[in-house]
């Protein structure tokens, strides 16, 4: 077998790799990577599908009513109160300051949790999580607290630029303890546990009968879908709080997650497309939508492209040498073996192999390795 020949079938593989890996990074394959996605958490995951998310914004006249420029404990007593009464099976807050208890006497039993930036610590302390932060975690500045009834975790919107996974902090440390954040309260609250009950490692949360894996910086990656989350106003909550109590019926709210954030009403919210997501919690609704469905997930490192170049340069130089069917065999089981790693890797550390990089780059190997065999490439 010729030298040359089979170099350049390793490097072209190669190269086809990195640049499907960088396609891949901007978004080209997003819709057969979602796909691959779902069928992998659909094959994976043993646990239900978590409570939509309904999101109450805060707007103008809603403030003007409560004769404030923005949201107050008192507001947060309100909302707790209307939420409570319609059935919610938690609540969160963006950015509540003060005496918390008013509001969590207006909850009853419901779950309480809220979301802070991580510029801005909130005064009683992020609520420490049980167990040991993983030492890549980010430090969060301000002191950690004791654990409530309101449990306060940061707030950061998710990161990335068009197309492509996104990426959105879950976990951090305050010193030697592990702090939540507003996502990781919003899964336990969604899950019917105490605080108390989700502890943390150096490979992500765990609680009573699920985790959500981390990568060694405490984030994880998602795609972003169509997401099933409600915006309202809170003027919208009050009347449909009052139209309950009136007429009775099945609680409009009942199973839901409701989160009250502030709007940001200089921003123009409305797209061609619909809404578009401005504030920070409205662009964290998206990473609830992949929290609920089980697509959190982690992408494997620079390696793989060569690993994948590898195999598909294998294939090309043996199965597909010998004929047409045994290129197509050949497929078939590079595909089996693809799916079956690809699940194995999915449940046991939450990695989503490429699927566009993967595939594209095995047929390619293929295709290359038969049509170099019938025009005398790779003979001696």
Request: aromatic letters at 8%; hydrophobic letters at 50%; one cysteine or more.
């Amino acid at each position: 077998m010729k030298r040359p020949p089979v170099l350049f079938l390793l490097a072209g593989l190669a190269v086809l790799a990195f640049w499907l890996q960088r396609e891949s990074a901007r978004g080209t394959f997003d819709l057969i990577q979602r796909g691959f996605l779902c069928w992998l958490a659909a094959n994976t995951s043993a646990t239900k599908v978590l409570p939509p998310l309904t999101l109450v914004l805060y707007d103008e006249e809603a403030s003007e009513l409560a004769g404030t420029g923005r949201m107050a404990m008192l507001d947060g007593a309100l909302f707790a109160r209307a939420v409570w009464r319609l059935g919610a099976l938690g609540a969160g807050v963006e950015g509540l300051t003060g005496d918390p208890t008013r509001m969590v006497e207006a909850a009853g039993r419901m779950p309480l949790f809220g979301g802070y930036e991580v510029s801005a610590a909130p005064g009683s302390g992020w609520t420490p999580l049980p167990g040991v932060p993983g030492p890549g975690w980010p430090e969060m500045m301000g002191l950690v607290g004791r654990p409530a009834r309101l449990a306060r975790g940061f707030l950061t919107a998710p990161v990335g630029v068009g197309g492509g996974a996104k990426s959105i902090q879950v976990a951090a440390r305050n010193a030697d303890r592990a702090v939540p954040s507003f996502l990781a309260l919003a899964w336990a609250a969604a899950q019917g546990w105490r605080w108390s009950e989700v502890t943390a490692d150096s490979s992500g949360l765990r609680g009573p009968s699920g985790q959500l894996m981390l990568d060694q910086t405490g984030a994880a990656q998602f795609l972003p879908a169509a997401s099933a989350t409600t915006v309202t106003t809170m003027t919208e909550l009050f009347v449909l709080a009052e139209k309950f109590e009136r007429e009775g019926g099945v609680a409009p709210l009942r199973g839901h997650l409701v989160v009250l954030a502030q709007a940001t009403s200089e921003v123009t919210r409305v797209v061609e497309e619909g809404f578009e997501p401005v504030t920070p919690v409205e662009q964290w609704a998206s990473a609830w939508e992949a929290v609920r469905t089980n697509r959190l997930f982690h992408s494997p490192g620079w390696w793989y492209p060569l690993v994948v170049a590898v195999v598909a340069g294998l294939l090309g130089l043996g199965p597909a040498r010998r004929s047409n069917g045994g290129a197509l065999l050949a497929g078939f089981f590079a595909l089996l073996v693809f799916a079956l790693i690809g699940l194995a890797l999915f449940a046991s550390g939450r990695v989503a192999l490429p699927a566009a990089l993967t595939l594209l780059t095995l047929a390619a190997g293929l295709i290359i390795g038969r049509k170099g065999e019938q025009s005398g490439w790779f003979r001696p």
